[in-house]
């Protein structure tokens, strides 16, 4: 009798090799074109024409760190076990120190939602996951990872929580923090509160609160007249009143300059 045949862990580690070289090479022709349809053919993948373009990154504050915790290569490289495991023709991705991204054909056996792609890869990499996302046609691919990488980095440094960031999500602080007067005006508005370390901090935690007062002393743990003081010497350094509701517009709109200036 013949003895049984079982597959060796050498073909498994073959079949996944040549799966990872397929999709990244599709992957690196959609995001470097114009090679992408012949890529598709090559690979042995459906081509398509419509893509949701991911950017992700692992998400864990340095203060959230233990020893113990994995790090974000091997993050990254459970990301990419993940992926091999979604069949035949994994998702194309170009994973790569400090860039990450994904493609989602947006037609076949693929389409699927990107939340739901990004709380499967959390689960397997067991760590929290911050990713956004910009729909776009094959032969805009190029632009809308340069998009979506733009948005992680603002929702990184804006210290977003984990999760999937679409255009609506983040589109006034991008356009707030992009290179040029305004976001030079903006991020000035605050300077002269960078030496009152706490000023700072209760006006950012009053913003949060919606402007009351009393609020803002309990989330601080002050009494009020002391968060009134505060604020009224705020007023005095930089000319906006904390406590004016239309001023409100404009201390956000120069919170969110501060934060990406001095975040990330």
């Not at 996302?133 to 929580?161: M, T, W």
């Not at 305004?182 to 609160?209: I, K």
């Not at 002391?226 to 906006?240: A, D, N």
Request: glycine fraction near 6%.
């Amino acid at each position: 009798m013949s003895e049984p045949t079982h597959q060796t862990g050498h073909g498994t580690d073959d079949r996944h090799r040549r799966q990872h070289d397929a999709s990244e090479e599709l992957a690196r022709s959609l995001l470097f074109p114009p090679r992408a349809a012949a890529a598709a053919r090559i690979t042995g993948y459906a081509y398509t024409d419509r893509y949701d373009v991911i950017a992700l990154t692992p998400w864990a504050p340095p203060v959230h760190r233990s020893p113990s915790s994995p790090t974000d290569a091997e993050i990254i490289e459970r990301i990419r076990a993940e992926l091999l495991l979604d069949g035949p023709d994994p998702l194309p991705a170009l994973l790569t120190p400090g860039r990450n991204t994904i493609l989602i054909p947006g037609a076949g056996r693929h389409a699927r939602c990107a939340e739901e792609l990004l709380t499967e890869l959390a689960d397997a990499a067991d760590a929290a996951l911050l990713a956004t996302v910009v729909y776009a046609e094959s032969e805009q691919v190029p632009a809308a990872a340069a998009l979506s990488h733009e948005l992680l980095e603002v929702a990184v440094r804006l210290d977003y929580r984990p999760g999937m960031y679409r255009w609506a999500d983040l589109a006034l602080p991008y356009h707030l923090t992009r290179p040029g007067p305004a976001f030079d005006r903006l991020g000035a508005l605050l300077e002269p509160l960078a030496p009152h370390a706490h000023l700072l901090d209760t006006l950012m935690h009053h913003l949060d609160t919606g402007f009351q007062p009393r609020r803002t002393a309990r989330r601080l743990g002050l009494h009020i007249n002391t968060v009134r003081h505060r604020l009224e010497r705020t007023h005095q350094l930089i000319g906006l009143d904390p406590m004016r509701p239309d001023d409100s517009w404009l201390l956000r709109s120069a919170l969110i300059a501060h934060r990406y200036r001095n975040g990330g």
